[in-house]
């Protein structure tokens, strides 16, 4: 896939900058010290905050709590400057603190009447907190305290900042109350063993708690969740409730959400023939979508990319709304959820060209498919990608993602997009993967692309670029122990899309019809033919907008019109 990250080198000489840093003696916490940072989780808005070149914006996701934080995205002149005016007593020792996650991050203190005291870290992949102290000077009453990134750096982001010690007379944040119980509680779409579910937000929660028939079942931070798991044709009672540190509210109303008919193993709602998509979640020049703006021509589209934690095995994923024009969490919520009740499926992509999730053993095994569960849950995702190209222990994967199957249950929609290289042999770990988990697997899009010649299943070798290379790589894994509904062509929709291997989409089209039925092969052709192939996959929706919509329009309509 294309890279959406790049690594930050910084000159050493800033980095030696950096770390000189001079930290005040600390005091001890009285009864009486607060918080004196005024809307220190970003609740509302910028409020109290200033940020330079209009670097800073509030977002909904990730948070550390609460329901909002900020992001601040530096630029070339511009380090992401925010900062606020505290109000603080002469002579007092105040700890500084600060959650944050993202790019290169700085917290410090300026105008103390002592000694400007400040921290920072490196990329951050998780929520990191950040602490100093400072003691103010006999005639000090405010200080500024601000957050920044490096110039040109990543996006950082800030959350429940904290200047703790004696009241500064500045007022503080007031504590928070119970919320109220949400209400318009609505089943949005089911599934033969799902139920979405979404309500109006609740001004002062921080989270709310889902309940079916009575039990909390999952805890979700926006207005809508996703339970999985349920059992087809059966009717499931629903409420929720809405939380803060204050405690819970009541009992929302109750719904019934009825489940579908049994489809089995994710498919049967999809059509015999499909067309998956990347989504990109970050702008990379090429045309930046909402998940509502992707050609109907897609009937499952990969969300790329979820994103590695500190928690081996583990993922999450970090929707890019400075990134992508604003686009906010509850939009995208809502656009899954109408993708899937125009018929669609959506999932979430694991790895990518720079993917770093590593599952080698039970425990990451585990802590993946809780992972990708909770996603699903949080904002219905239908299944997962599985796109990682930097290697993978195909008894530990192929163990979470069984595990996550029996969480999910039926419905669940698994994907995979290996290299050439993965599947030129069943001993390879990509194919044993994927006749490991043969039983829940929807497809296996392999990617044509940014590939060396590889070897046909005849023996002989071929290179990227032509309608033989499609059929007689495909031809591996069709003899190799896939179902020909569980093999797809995976091709870049653009010269711009790949580094190598952009064909047109009449030679994507010729391709399936060798393999479909036997027409449009070149000097390869196939023993037999493969009626119930699944289709063809390619990088990206964004490329392919970027392009007119061409690859979308051409391979779309072919691959919904085969028999």
């Known amino acids: ?220 931070t926006g207005a809508s969740a996703t339970v999985t798991g349920l059992t087809a044709s059966t009717s499931y009672s629903f409420q929720v409730t809405a939380t803060n540190s204050a405690g819970e509210s009541p009992k929302s109303g109750t719904v019934t959400a009825t489940t579908a008919a049994s489809g089995g193993n994710g498919n049967g709602s999809l059509p015999k023939h499909a067309v998956t998509g990347y989504w990109q979640n970050f702008d990379n020049g090429a045309t930046v979508q909402k998940l509502s703006d992707v050609s109907s021509q897609y009937d499952i589209i990969a969300v790329a990319f979820a994103d590695a934690t500190t928690t081996p095995g583990a993922v999450t994923f970090n929707l890019d709304s400075a990134g992508l024009g604003g686009y906010t969490v509850d939009q995208f919520k809502a656009d899954i959820r109408a993708k899937q009740a125009a018929g669609k499926k959506v999932v979430v992509s694991v790895g990518g060209q720079n993917g770093t999730i590593s599952v080698s053993d039970s425990a990451s095994a585990t802590n993946f498919a809780n992972s990708v569960y909770s996603l699903m849950q949080t904002y219905g995702f239908d299944g997962v990608d599985i796109d990682l190209e930097n290697g993978l222990n195909a008894t530990y994967m192929s163990q979470a993602l069984h595990a996550l199957a029996s969480k999910a249950g039926s419905s669940l929609i698994l994907t995979m997009a290996p290299q050439t290289i993965d599947m030129q042999s069943t001993s390879n770990a990509y194919f044993q993967t994927a006749l490991n988990v043969k039983d829940i697997l929807t497809v296996v899009n392999m990617q044509y692309y940014n590939s060396g010649s590889m070897l046909g299943c005849d023996g002989k070798v071929y290179s990227q670029g032509s309608v033989d290379f499609l059929t007689a790589l495909a031809c591996i894994q069709l003899q190799g122990g896939l179902s020909p509904s569980q093999v797809g062509l995976g091709l870049p929709a653009s010269t711009s899309a790949a580094g190598s291997g952009y064909v047109s989409p009449t030679v994507v089209n010729n391709a399936l019809d060798c393999l479909a039925k036997g027409t449009g092969c070149g000097s390869f052709k196939p023993s037999k033919t493969y009626p119930d192939l699944r289709g063809a996959m390619t990088w990206s929706t964004n490329w392919d907008a970027s392009a007119g919509g061409s690859w979308s329009s051409s391979v779309g309509a072919h691959v919904h019109g085969l028999p």
């Open 1 to 220: 896939m294309s890279p959406h990250r790049r690594s930050a080198r910084l000159w050493a000489s800033v980095a030696i900058a950096a770390l000189a840093l001079t930290f005040a003696g600390s005091g001890q916490a009285s009864a009486a010290d607060v918080n004196n940072a005024r809307n220190a989780g970003f609740e509302s808005g910028l409020g109290n905050w200033t940020c330079s070149a209009n670097s800073g914006t509030t977002v909904s996701s990730p948070v550390h709590s609460g329901a909002a934080a900020l992001k601040a995205t530096p630029a070339g002149q511009d380090n992401a400057r925010c900062s606020e005016s505290v109000a603080v007593k002469p002579n007092s020792t105040y700890a500084l603190s600060a959650w944050v996650q993202g790019g290169y991050t700085y917290l410090g203190v300026t105008g103390t009447g002592t000694t400007d005291v400040s921290t920072w870290t490196p990329d951050s992949s998780s929520w990191k907190q950040l602490s100093t102290t400072f003691t103010t000077g006999a005639s000090t009453t405010s200080v500024t305290v601000y957050t920044h990134g490096w110039y040109g750096q990543a996006p950082y982001y800030a959350d429940d900042i904290s200047v703790f010690g004696p009241d500064g007379g500045g007022g503080s944040d007031p504590a928070p109350t119970v919320p109220a119980a949400p209400t318009g509680l609505s089943v949005s779409s089911t599934t033969s063993t799902s139920a979405s579910l979404a309500w109006t937000a609740v001004s002062g929660a921080t989270g709310y708690n889902v309940y079916r028939d009575g039990t909390k079942v999952t805890a979700v």
